[in-house]
């Protein structure tokens, strides 16, 4: 494979070139590989060479690669063209059309296959994979079918797609994020937007763009993960965080106090928040998010209890208040009882609450790996949708991520009115506002009281 212009394998040239980010992409690639990248990027070129020199450079005695795309079709009509022309040359090549096999010299072989027929790979052993268009695959095929096909001679896998929504591809990509962050040698991940590798003219994106409606530009040409989120109420918002790199390894700091916010389920799911706040910058850092279902107060006691943080504030939206039929005690009694002294945030309309989180989202930072749960529920709140106006409602949907955005929503409340007594309370105390100027009171500042 070629690295500056077309190379010499084995006294064989292979006529690819590649352009400068995906030899970027054969540079760094280790055993796992995660490519996200627009459309037209050239990823089905780059993942067929990229195999191509993998098993072509296989120590094993007779490597077998493996090209999988969503389907057995896509797989004939895309890429069998491309292997021919970059394999073609190859002297001794073989191509089996019926069976979609690249027979190689020295025993060596690269089957194209579909995700939906990819069961026939079960029992084979595979040096090298390529999972191309990972979004629309099935998400079990991975952990049941290629993991473990490549574990005896620890083959490698590489994903590769354009982003389909919040599903297993930006799993992986999460993962691979992770693990990159953590120092393992083992993982690498690019993300290529057409707005930043300048592959596509830029009069060609604007035509695209319009005819695309906005969120299908963005899935399509900039890599978004919310893009097929239409209706979510943070996933923009989130989108950022992602690209400021403020969903990364956020550890607990044993100086600063952790303040915790509850959604609490009677019948459903209870989901936690975790945070810490820095007062000099105003950054918000989740640093963890716990949910369960099912289970008694005690329970959730006990997990934050198990946990090694140092709490300040317990947020609970008003209904803590309320008084349980059963037991004649509300919540709030029972969890000082437990040792908790919860603070009750200011009741509001969702909508108010909602605005809260959209202005606190800006100065949080997450924990990638401990807040991936609360942080999929984030972005997949969205509007309910109405089938007979055929048209978004101006309220929630309520479903399994309605708890993890409930709970976020009484911490975004919780922390500005926490914010807001300490702003009153140093103002008062010092009678000059945060910039200096005295405070005056006057009948009309009286008015406001
Ligand atoms: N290194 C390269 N040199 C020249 N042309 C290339 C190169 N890489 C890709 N191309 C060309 O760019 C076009 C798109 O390539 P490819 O099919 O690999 O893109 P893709 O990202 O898989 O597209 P899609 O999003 O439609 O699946 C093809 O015409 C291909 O021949
Ligand atoms: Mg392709």
Known sequence: MAKQGPRST?????????RPIQRDFHKNAKRFNVAVAHRRFGKTVMA???????????????????????????AKRIAWAYLREYAGVIPGVRFNEAELRCDLPDDRKIYLLGGDSADSLRGLFLDAVILDEYAD???????????????????SCTWIGTPRGSNQFKEIYDYAIQQEEAGHKDWFSMIFKASETGILKQEELDAAREIMDESQYQQEFECSWSAALVGSYY??????????????????DPNLKVSVSFDLGVADSTAIWFCQEYPRTGEIRLIDYYEASGEGLHHYVKEL??????????????????RELG??????????????????????????????????????????????????????YHRAWDAKRNDWRDRPNHDHSSHSADAFRYLAVGLRDHNEDDRMTSMSRSQRMSDGRPVILTDYADSFV
């Open 137 to 155: 695959m099935n998400s079990r095929l991975y952990p049941e079918v290629i993991r473990p096909a490549i574990s005896d001679r620890l083959g």
């Open 235 to 252: 996933a923009q918002a989130l989108d950022l965080a992602e690209t400021d790199k403020r969903v990364t390894n956020v550890p607990y």
């Open 327 to 380: 037991s004649g005690s509300s919540r709030y009694e029972m969890l000082l009882g437990l040792g908790m002294r919860p603070t009750v945030v200011a009741k509001l309309k969702v909508q108010d609450g909602i605005e809260a989180v959209r202005g606190l989202l800006p100065r949080c930072w997450f924990d990638r790996q401990k807040c991936a749960e609360g942080l999929k529920f984030l972005r997949n």
């Open 48 to 74: 067929i060479n990229h195999l191509l020199r993998d098993i072509l450079l296989c120590q094993h005695p007779r490597p077998q690669g493996a090209y999988i795309a969503p389907t057995y079709t896509a």
């Open 10 to 18: 084995n006294n064989v040239i292979i006529p690819y070139t590649p």
């Open 305 to 322: 209890n198990n946990r090694p943080y140092h709490y300040d504030k317990f947020y609970f939206p008003h209904d803590v208040m309320v």
